[in-house]
């Protein structure tokens, strides 16, 4: 059974990091692409960044290029996501989702697994 959990939200300023974490188990987590989207209260779930199966390829939504950085360490089954500079508006609800693909999906629909989620919450 393949299980994501995500870690490392909180609460924070503005201008502030994080560094979340996707801890993978049940798969063969090196033939997996990774997400992470986040969904604010009353907004659709948005895309924020991907890695390929080997972490060379990443993509990033617009909205976070140059701030955040996804990575992996394939021997720990391990995904994270470092949100550097904070905004307000990045607060949300940030969720890890894996697919088996050599591609990596921007859309929710492109993955098969997820996790629970993690508040991240960045005040003013």
């Known amino acids: 059974q393949v299980q994501l959990v995500e870690s490392g939200g909180g609460l924070v300023q503005a201008g502030d990091s994080l560094k979340l974490s996707c801890a993978a188990s049940?798969?063969?987590?090196?033939?997996?692409?990774v997400g992470w989207f986040r969904q604010a209260p009353g907004k659709e779930r948005e895309f924020v960044a991907a890695?390929?199966?080997?972490?060379?390829?990443?993509d990033y939504a617009d909205s976070v290029r140059g701030r955040f950085t996804i990575s992996r360490v394939n021997a720990k089954n391990t995904a994270f996501l470092q949100m550097n500079s904070l905004k307000p508006e990045d607060t949300a609800v940030y969720y890890c989702?894996?697919?088996?693909?050599?591609?990596?999906?921007?859309?929710?629909?492109?993955?098969?697994?997820w996790g629970q989620g993690t508040q991240v919450t960045v005040s003013s």
């Open positions: 890695v390929s199966w080997d972490g060379v390829r990443t």
């Open positions: 989702a894996a697919r088996r693909s050599t591609d990596v999906p921007h859309t929710p629909g492109g993955y098969d697994n």
């Open positions: 049940g798969l063969h987590f090196g033939t997996y692409a």
